[in-house]
């Protein structure tokens, strides 16, 4: 599979998604391996493609796979690979989400604390020591991703580059998600770049960044009467940068993902649809949040 065949596999574009040629609408659910024991991984993805959902979200915490500077570990519960080839198997697509940042609810936002120890690194920012261990990440995780994306190989159709950046502080956030999309190109990416905003800071999320896609995590009042005229605006929006409106994270009553499909959204991610439990000492210190489902 070169290349050119690979891209026109997996592409999005004002009209929405499509996958080998026909337009799709993807239906996704939250689960990630990090959470869950790896005899576990089969069933769950099992269960997720018996409720009608043809694809899952996972993210990748860094500092689940690098417990110290060069420390990795990709066996047991790391097998992130593995996980990615179950899915494979149980016929469901996969959005990758290697952040570096992902939140999720997570230590440190996946993070490494060790960081921390170089007084003049600078995370989240367009800054070259944060960038020189991020490229070590990168380094690991894409070319797992490269490997299994679709359909050469694997599941995976879209990549998530950071998470939710209109939230943070970042001074140049164009410089910043530009050399995360040049990493993925430069591993072999070739299915769609997305960039999830939380906030609906489309160029706060994206840096306006030409070849990453603008998504919304869109948490509205399932109750609202305003959830469709909310929703078309930001189909508005992301159609005049010609690609489809793709909500990344939402509510999971049925009621209001019914009404995010008829007001056009073209991929619907209930987070945490199927989900599990943050063992040791991985929560976010930002709440309670036992992240089960």
Known sequence: MNRTETI??????GRGVWID??????????LFYFRLPREQ???????????????????????????????????????VAAFLDLAHETGLYVI???????????????????????PELRVRQNEPRYLERVTAWFDQVLPLLAGRQYPANGPVVMVQLENELDFFDCADRAGYVSALRD?????????PLIACSGQGDLAGATGDVAGVVPACNF????????????VR???????????????????????????????GAKLIA?????????????????GDNPATS
């Open 183 to 191: 990493a993925a190109l430069g591993h072999g990416i070739t299915v």
């Open 96 to 118: 990758a989400r290697p952040g570096p940042y992902i939140c999720s609810e997570w230590d440190g936002g996946a993070l490494p604390a060790w960081l921390g120890l170089d």
């Open 219 to 230: 948490y509205p009042a399932d109750d609202s009467p305003d959830i469709e005229a909310e």
């Open 270 to 286: 209930p987070y945490l649809q199927s989900s599990g439990w943050n063992f040791g000492y991985t929560p976010s210190t930002a």
């Open 8 to 13: 026109e596999a997996v592409r999005v574009d």
């Open 21 to 30: 040629g026909r337009p799709r609408t993807l239906l996704c659910a939250s």
């Open 233 to 263: 605006r930001y189909a508005c929006l992301v159609a005049e940068r010609g690609v489809p409106l793709l909500i990344t994270e939402t509510n999971r009553r049925h009621r209001t993902l019914r009404r995010l499909l008829a007001s």
């Open 41 to 79: 991984w089969r069933e769950r993805l099992e269960q997720v493609r018996a409720s009608g959902y043809t694809c899952v979200d996972v993210y990748l915490p860094w500092n689940f796979h690098e417990s110290a500077p060069g420390n990795w570990s990709f066996e047991g519960r790391r097998d």
